[in-house]
């Protein structure tokens, strides 16, 4: 069965204290991985999409990188603004919907 | 990049009314549109997919007389709550699949409580 499973549920650091947020995945045929950003009261907000093994995108502080296993966003020297919930979700060749993972709510004190 | 604007962003309705909401693509055509519901501290569940001038598809669990779900057009799709009771009360987010860079685009959510 196709599944995504996030670790940790939730992580705090200090302002400027690099880290790693883990997305673990089983998926017969993935088609994306993807990351998205959401805050409270607020939709999912797209940040990356990775499309096979060895691939990695970066914005700002962010940088999104993808295994035949995992899936790892790293963050580096986060600000307090970095503060939400971090999201990764799947989509595989047998249909059109995103599949999600529990998520990473990230906690960033200055 | 992709705009889906989701209305309204909350609402308070009576145990026993129905309440409609709605998910507009802005700036692409979205042939597929998917509605989920959000739990507290709890990550998106997909509830229905929604496919333009044909019926949505319901994820297992899901009751499809109480979440009615129409997609009239390219870029509409409305789910409707009905009779709804307190345990309807929760985050709904819809979402539409664009043939660009982004690939799904979230709207911002309505926060439904029923009291």
């Not at chain 1, 999912?44 to 035949?68: D, I, M, N, Q, V």
């Not at chain 2, 959000?38 to 109480?66: C, H, I, R």
Request: glycine residues 8%; proline residues 4%; neutral net charge.
């Amino acid at each position: 069965e196709d599944q995504v499973t996030q670790s940790p549920e939730a992580l705090r650091l200090q302002e400027g204290e690099s880290s790693s947020l883990n997305c673990s995945y089983t998926v017969s045929g993935l088609r994306g991985l993807f990351w998205y950003r959401q805050d409270p009261g607020k939709g999912p907000e797209f940040l990356f999409t990775l499309y096979s093994a060895g691939e990695e995108k970066e914005k700002e502080r962010l940088k999104a990188t993808l295994t035949k296993k995992e899936s790892f966003l790293h963050i580096t020297a986060p600000k307090p603004e970095d503060s939400a919930t971090y999201l990764c979700a799947f989509s595989n060749n047998a249909g059109n919907m995103l599949t999600f993972g529990g998520g990473t709510r990230l906690m960033v004190k200055p | 990049g992709a705009v889906v604007s989701q209305h309204p962003s909350r609402v308070i309705c009576k145990s026993g009314t129905s309440v409609k909401i709605e998910c507009r693509s802005l700036d692409f055509q979205a042939t597929t549109m998917f509605w989920y519901r959000q739990f507290p501290k709890q990550s998106l569940m997909l509830m229905a997919t929604s496919n333009e001038g044909s019926k949505a598809t319901y994820e297992q669990g899901v009751e499809k007389d109480k979440f009615l779900i129409n997609h009239a057009s390219l870029t509409l799709s409305t789910l409707t709550v009905t009779s709804a009771h307190p345990e309807d009360s929760s985050f709904y987010i819809c979402s539409a699949r664009d043939t660009g860079a982004y690939g799904y685009t979230f709207g911002s959510g309505t926060r439904l409580t029923v009291v």
